[in-house]
């Protein structure tokens, strides 16, 4: 097993300037550790409810030239903003179209097709109208669906992944102290590992498909927050 060593450790810590504390810009602390020093690092994960859902398709078509593509893609593209608008989609956005030739081969003469992507966002309960309806339009092909939760909520989440992360890594230190033989613990330095929104997706089937798709069956949405802690242990 490998020793454990009790030394001073100084830390530094940076100190933010506020305007308010004159020669505050470039300020440091000098921290003095008297005892061991323990690093543990901490995580939080919160799902919260789906307030909208977020959805990405395709929009193909094919001619036997770059206009006859791209004019049959614009058609195409009505279609589908007509029956986007009819599910109340926001936030929509279309990107420009990009065109590209295929060669002949045994079966198939040589054409062009021509390719958009949109995107937008919808209520829960137009899952299964979006499928059907936009699904099933001529050369539609939809992503993976994904859930988006209140953003309203952000300030109040991050609080309780800040608290349940630190007290992760406070949990950790405790038990390395005591399984040496030191109980009292000092945070010295936290630093952010950085939080992130885990999308959660699910994937379009066949319009066809039995029974319907339920959005109350969709993975919610779930943050997730890590941070490090550095502790004196005597």
Known sequence: MRPIYLRPVVVLLALVATGTWPGAAGAQVQLRCEGTLLEARGSAEQERPTRRL????????????????LQSLQERLAAVRTALQGQQVEELRVTSPS?????????????????????????????????????????????????????????????????????????????????????????????????????????????????????????LPKDRLSLTVRFCAR
Do not use: C
Request: charged share 25%.
């Open 99 to 219: 065109t590209w030739r295929r060669d002949a081969d045994r079966n198939r003469p040589a054409a062009v097709t021509a390719n958009l992507q949109v995107s937008g966002r919808l209520a829960p309960q137009r899952l299964q109208s979006l499928i059907r309806e936009v699904g099933a339009l001529p050369g539609v092909r939809l992503a993976p669906v994904g859930t988006v939760a209140d953003r309203g909520l952000d300030g109040t989440v991050r609080r309780q992944l800040l608290r349940g992360a630190y007290q992760d890594a406070l949990a950790q230190a405790r038990e390395v102290a005591a399984a040496v033989g030191l109980s009292k613990l000092n945070p010295l330095e936290v630093q952010l590992d950085g939080n992130e929104l885990r999308p959660m997706l699910m994937r379009a089937a066949a319009a066809d498909a039995a029974p319907p798709f339920d959005p109350a069956e969709l993975a």
């Open 54 to 69: 977020s959805f990405s398709l395709s929009l193909e078509a094919e001619a036997p030239t770059a206009d006859g593509a």
